[in-house]
Nanobody
Framework: QVQLVESGGGLVQPGGSLRLSCAASGSIFSIAVMGWYRQAPGKQRELVASVTKSGFTNYADSVKGRFTISRDNAKNTVYLQMNSLKPEDTAVYYC??????????????WGQGTQVTVSS
């Protein structure tokens, strides 16, 4: 089993910044992909950004140029630096990790979610 601990959410004014962190622990052979999703009230959960073990990144169009995802493979931790935040970024942000076992089986894990509210 893998446990994910998220931190860094909160209330920020429009134009402000926040940094989310997610640390994975437990029975981990390898982490293939780490990412962040978000879900606003009444909307479906959507991908915000993801990063592979080799460093390849993928971003939602709505956050390109404002958010930066990074990971520390030694610490099994992923970060999301969010700048120029907008009210429409308000949502619960979830960390997602895809692990790889010794038999190359993938498993999907989710964090408990952290609230990000952008409001004046």
């Amino acid at each position: 089993q893998v446990q994910l601990v998220e931190s860094g959410g909160g209330l920020v004014q429009p134009g402000g910044s926040l940094r989310l962190s997610c640390a994975a622990s437990g029975s981990i052979f390898s982490i293939a992909v780490m990412g962040w999703y978000r879900q606003a009230p009444g909307k479906q959960r959507e991908l915000v950004a993801s990063v592979t073990k080799s460093g390849f990144t993928n971003y939602a169009d709505s956050v390109k140029g404002r958010f930066t995802i990074s990971r520390d493979n030694a610490k099994n931790t992923v970060y999301l630096q969010m700048n120029s935040l907008k009210p429409e970024d308000t949502a619960v942000y979830y960390c997602n990790v895809v692990t790889l076992s010794t038999s190359l089986r993938t498993s999907d894990y989710w964090g408990q979610g952290t609230q990000v509210t952008v409001s004046s």
